[in-house]
């Protein structure tokens, strides 16, 4: 998808595409750094947009490792779809506030690790709460949650529920962005 494309979703559909720009390598690398591939067996990714993270994870993907990936967007979705057909790559078009039912559809218990793209400041307090409780209850336990903001606001909720939130800073992104790493 070209950078034209992405502007245009987020103008038209900016409460659930959160910049005008793709995350940057910097911010991919950051991301990546914070998962164990060795020691992962189910991973979940959510809001992957246009696939920027995606991309890098399946390249660091043991062929082992289930691999849940929820977009809400369908001409993301549809993207997605075209590009992505490894089978341990599950492509779902669904909302993040479901991410159990997801899971339990396709015979899974839980996540070990869970990336999320989602801009969760465009969400109103409840909708946003629900889908950071929906991704702490279906971590297994020392499993991690790890989302970029662009803002602190989902601090205190993070640190409310996680036993361990550690907070980075990507300068190289546009904008810049915090990154949480949250450990259950």
């Known amino acids: 998808m070209s950078k034209k494309s992405f502007l245009k979703e987020f103008i038209r559909e900016n409460k659930s595409v959160g910049s005008v720009t793709p995350s940057s390598r910097f911010l991919v690398s950051k991301i990546l750094k914070s998962i164990n591939f060795k020691e992962i067996k189910v991973i979940v990714e959510l809001g992957p947009g246009t696939g920027v993270f995606t991309r890098e994870i399946i390249k660091k993907l043991p062929e082992n490792v289930i691999f849940l990936v929820l977009e809400i967007n369908e001409i993301f979705y549809s993207d997605l779809k075209k590009e992505f057909n490894q089978p341990n790559v599950i492509l779902i078009n669904g909302s993040a506030d479901q991410l159990l039912k997801h899971l339990r559809d396709n015979k899974l218990e839980y996540a070990d690790t869970i990336v999320s793209s989602l801009p969760l400041s465009n969400y109103d307090e409840d909708f946003r709460n629900s889908i950071i409780l929906e991704a ?42 915090f990154v949480y790493v949250c450990s259950k």
């Open 136 to 177: 702490y209850t279906t971590l297994k336990s020392k499993g991690k949650f790890i989302q970029f903001q662009y803002s602190m606001q989902s601090k205190k909720t993070l640190n409310y529920l996680f036993r361990e939130v550690k907070i980075g800073f990507t300068a190289f992104n546009f904008p810049p962005a």
